[in-house]
């Protein structure tokens, strides 16, 4: 495995002239936008790169990729740049890829429920586009990430518990490799036992493997009927066991999604609504009228054989957006809690009787450390975040708050869990990658030297390749 | 990429010898063990390996690959000897690993709805061992399978339209490398996103990159309710345009199947039914009490639409495993068909709004060769079999054949399918997989010279790496 070395100034400008050459003004050099092209989410610090490209066709991306490869020159794809853990950081400079104007919606094939993307496009413009033919995209991570980089981080979110993750949701990418050699993934074909599979290899590599240049996408019809509402529970405790025992008996829920008490607060002030402050689930059920209504009853009976009091919900859609944009919104509202500060964002994913134990322990921990931040998650998946609230200036804070993180990913590896459900290692999570996949780890970096022998893909994450 | 080199006398006796040492009577050489030991179960020929070894545990598999390994002899994994594409055959000899001792079902965890298994133990075995659990392992591709041979393979089959493939239900797999080394590709954890993707990447391998020693699978709670039953059609027409309505239409169905005419006669000979000798779907309806009975109800309508009679569907256990054993008896039943023969069986699987074609097409290409075969699958997910019934002794005849499967393959690939759905590439389809994948080759090639580059598992399977 290469060592990460950063390119030197030759290198640089002879990639730099050769970009000017084939994209002419879609070659970006200032260092405002270069910034921008880096991780910018989160607490986590800024690494920019040199340039940003801006390709319009796949033929363009190859292009650009063999010239980097030529030169040996880091490429980083970005894509609406909302991932949480430092995967657009460029830590020894090179060239940002930014999909952004392959954003178009390039087939729609109802008879089939399919759809043919471009990486760039957004999920929210996606859903927009498909408003006509009673289909959707159903994964929904919160951001309106583009559909490149979901594939890119196998992204998941709310959904996930009904629709899967990424993994199950795309049936074909066009990929360009490192030296700009473009490969087809898979067919459109629902299910396909020919020789490796290459597309679920792809998606969740973070850049590091390929640059994804098309998505064949599964869509799926929109439900007769979607039911949503809340349930206000006595204590965490509560609420999590409440959902346990929806999963385990098989409850066909949509989305059930937890609140803590501080994230009720952050939403009530942030989204303007008048949730009760303890903790509570959002939910939703979806299917014919007859099957969403039946579930959503059970879940009430269930959530009331836990203590649940102020159970309702509404088939009302203005009403359900309000909620779930309060949800969607709760990392924003989350932040609001205090100004000025950076957000950092745990991603624990654990087996699901291992849920109440992992959220009360991080509850504790936090409260033990003294910081500031909310719990919420897709408990359905057994995947939960805290949402911390730091003072980037802050040292001693910041060292806590990174003990307060380890803490969460040593007990969802301990639980037989995973430290990221979602959002993926990046830089942020490599340690934890080495600790939970053991000697996989040189499997990976054997898979990475294979298809990427100059490690010019992403360098700087996953691995901790760093020279 | 190495080419595939038969190991020489001397690699073979240090091997035999130290595997001797290791396993003692667990090492066998006779030719009827290892004629047993190569592809059986179709028409395909059978190459046999040198010698068969059958391993109690991880470590002593981890031990036989070491052996091999150093000696560059290769290593066949072997599970319930039930693949169809000559996916155990040892073209150049070697050793192959018969995971059969190794059939333990080693933890149930009902809470979090996992089983962790050995490779050897077969889906029948499972889901008798989890009878009492209210659980239950759904894919269900017809043979008992083992579990590791149908991780290997990708397997899905009749359950796959509503619970997805072995991609979908395995969470982690242990697997034991061509130099012996162990590795963990997962958790517990019901999604990650915690690097490369090696647990899908296992799935389907066809025992190239690693050998599965064990699986930690996802379970699922068995439905309150399951309705079987069938609807006689009037034309394969009819049959295949039903089921693209209630693929459309998101039908909730459980398993929907085809069976054409000579396929319904060939099971009522051999099952003993009195099944109309009509095209026919089977199919099975599950959930709630009311929702199973709902989509029965729709199913009915919509097949009622495209012109079907006859239609009846039962909640009694009895009759409804005597309709499903019928179906899962199918190739049997075709080969009775024409005692004496060997079955070949094509795997096409293409998106939904093809189906109705690439099935009409087979039919007037199998009339037009005056070939004896039937025509069933799981149409649901747009796969479709041909049983060709053939006399291996028969040139002429198996040269029709082979143009015939070609066909097959090549209009599913012009239809935006694959060549196989579910069977996998082994010997039988590589010529196919070449020309679905394209470039994508390479790429394949390179993954498996990066995980083996001795290239010793499972040699001249995927790729036709023949010396």
């Known amino acids: 495995m290469n060592a990460m070395v950063k390119p030197d100034q030759a290198a640089l400008g002879a990639v730099r002239a050769a970009l000017q050459d084939l994209l002419g003004e879609r070659l970006q050099t ?16 800024t690494q920019a790169p040199d340039m940003v490209v801006f390709p319009l066709d796949t033929a363009e991306v190859s292009a650009i990729a063999k010239i980097c490869w030529d030169h040996a020159v880091p490429l980083i794809p970005f894509g609406a740049g909302s991932s949480l853990e430092g995967q657009l950081n460029a830590p020894v400079g090179g060239v940002s890829i ?19 993307v471009q990486p760039g496009l957004t999920r929210k413009r996606l859903n927009q586009e498909l408003r006509h033919s009673g289909l959707t995209f159903p994964i929904d991570p919160g ?23 990424m993994a199950e949701n795309v049936l074909s990418l066009e990929v360009v490799m490192a030296d700009g050699r473009i490969i087809r993934t898979g067919t459109r074909a629902i299910k396909s036992a020919a020789g490796y599979d290459l597309t679920r290899l792809m998606i969740g590599s973070e850049g590091t493997l390929g640059i994804i240049t098309e998505v064949t996408l599964r869509l799926r019809g929109i439900p007769e009927e979607t039911l949503g509402g809340v349930a206000v529970f006595p204590s965490l405790q509560a609420a999590s066991e409440a959902v346990i025992t929806m999963v385990q008996i098989g409850l066909d829920v949509g989305r ?39 579930n959503a009853r059970i879940f009430a009976e269930i959530s009331e054989e836990h203590g649940a009091s102020d159970i309702h919900w509404t088939a009302d859609r203005d009403a359900r957006n309000k909620l ?29 009787s291992k849920l109440a134990d992992n959220i009360l322990e991080a509850a504790k921990d936090l409260e033990a450390r003294g910081l500031i931040g909310t719990i919420l998650g897709h408990v359905g998946d057994g995947n939960f975040h805290v949402v911390l609230m730091t003072d ?9 708050v990174d003990a307060f993180l380890k803490g969460i990913t040593k007990r969802a590896q301990a639980s037989g869990g ?3 459900g979602e959002h993926g290692i990046g830089q942020g999570k490599m340690e934890s990658l ?19 022998p100059k490690g010019i893909l992403n360098p700087g994450k996953l691995f901790g390749e760093l020279a």
């Open 98 to 116: 930014d999909m952004s104007r392959m954003d178009a919606l390039r087939e729609v094939h109802p008879e089939d429920m399919i759809a043919v």
């Open 392 to 400: 980037p200036a802050d040292a001693a804070e910041r060292a806590e």
């Open 418 to 420: 995973t430290c990221t």
């Open 143 to 165: 951001a309106d990430a583009s559909i490149g980089g979901m594939c890119a981080t196998r992204a998941s979110g709310t959904n996930a518990v009904r629709y899967g993750t």
């Open 324 to 352: 779930w944009r309060a949800r969607h919104d709760a990392f924003w509202a989350a932040l609001a809690l205090r100004p000025g500060c950076k957000g950092l964002v745990s991603d624990a994913c654990v087996p699901i």
């Open 256 to 294: 059930v999604e937890l609140l803590d008490v501080n994230q009720i607060r952050a939403c009530n002030a942030y989204s303007k609504l008048e949730l009760a402050e303890q903790p509570t689930l959002f939910f939703e059920c979806a299917g014919t009228d007859a099957s969403a209504r039946d």
């Open 434 to 452: 080495a600790a939970e996949v053991g000697p996989a780890l040189e499997v990976m970096r054997a898979l990475k030297a294979a298809l990427d």
């Open 30 to 45: 200032s260092a405002a936008l270069c910034e921008q092209h880096a991780n910018t989410a989160t607490g986590r610090g």
